[in-house]
């Protein structure tokens, strides 16, 4: 799991009734982070720092969240929880938290007036530890994929994480999956797909968020080549990925205590996002 990163803790807030939630990824001191978004229906908060060539280069905590666009009043939380510990970058006035965030479509799913706001994000925070619940739990909660057929041929998705290590190096990830596309295995073939025989159909409620978090002394620049390597995880594991109504977001977080080969890490990336992609549909859901 991407806790295997020394440092990284994950904390969720879930909403079973209402079918959403949110979680959050608290980062140790000097974390550099970067990111990429992708794909057509993009929900996001604070992603355009992440760019290479910015001025920020550390990363306090990830939000991904359900609720769409609502559902980023969460980050307003996990700004506050880690403002009171005076976790924040040094402006000459105050400490401001660096909280990236993106969320996904699950309004359709269960009460579309639910949805997590600043409180829940706080309560994520609360919550986090070395310990990730996979499944249907926050971010995840009301996740579905394999939307081709349209939303009633959709199939369960969810949260999962997944992690590998050699020789020292550490490399895990974290994935949100609400997908247009099915979900395909390591073989290629089909491990979650579309219900029904209806005709092709687009519907606007899809997005797959992930995290990837390493132990690598990284810069920014090379931060923001693990994120595309995110990204072709996710090819590898969705397809159709990176729609026109998909809003794919990776964020990509170095913790700094090892030194490593990038084209190594990327490799780790890319096949960590693959499988929590795919454990986050075969995990059971509760």
């Not at 990830?62 to 924040?88: C, H, Q, Y």
């Amino acid at each position: 799991m991407i806790t295997r990163v020394p440092g990284i803790l994950v904390g969720h807030w879930t909403d079973p009734v209402g079918l959403t939630g949110c979680t959050v990824v608290l980062c140790p001191s000097g974390t550099v982070g970067s990111g990429e978004v992708r794909g057509g229906s993009p929900g996001t908060r604070e992603t355009d720092l992440l760019r290479p060539g910015t001025l920020v280069q550390e990363v306090h905590a990830v939000l991904l969240t359900g609720g769409s666009a609502f559902g980023l009043a969460a980050a307003d939380g996990v700004m506050r929880f880690l403002e009171e510990r005076g976790v924040g970058f040094e402006t000459p006035a105050a400490r401001v938290p660096i909280v990236p965030a993106a969320v996904l479509y699950d309004l359709g799913v269960g009460d579309p007036s639910a949805r997590p706001r600043a409180e829940h994000g706080y309560l994520a925070c609360q919550a986090a530890s070395a310990e990730v619940a996979e499944g249907n739990v926050g971010a995840g909660t009301g996740a579905t994929v394999a939307k081709l057929h349209g939303p009633a041929g959709a199939v369960r998705g969810g949260l999962g994480t997944a992690a590998g290590e050699e020789d020292g190096l550490i490399v895990g990830a974290l994935a949100a999956v609400n997908a247009l596309g099915e979900i395909l295995d390591e073989h290629g073939d089909v491990l979650a797909g579309a219900r029904g025989d209806s005709p092709p159909s687009a519907t606007l409620t899809n997005t797959t968020l992930v995290v990837v978090a390493t132990n690598a002394v990284l810069s920014k620049e090379r931060a923001h080549l693990l994120s595309l390597a995110a990204h072709d995880g996710i090819d590898r594991s969705v397809r159709p990925a990176h729609t026109l109504w998909d809003g794919d977001t990776a964020f990509a977080l170095a913790t700094g205590q090892v030194e490593a080969d990038q084209r190594r890490v990327e490799s780790m990336v890319a096949d960590s996002v693959a499988e929590a992609i795919r454990r986050a549909v075969t995990t059971p859901a509760w």
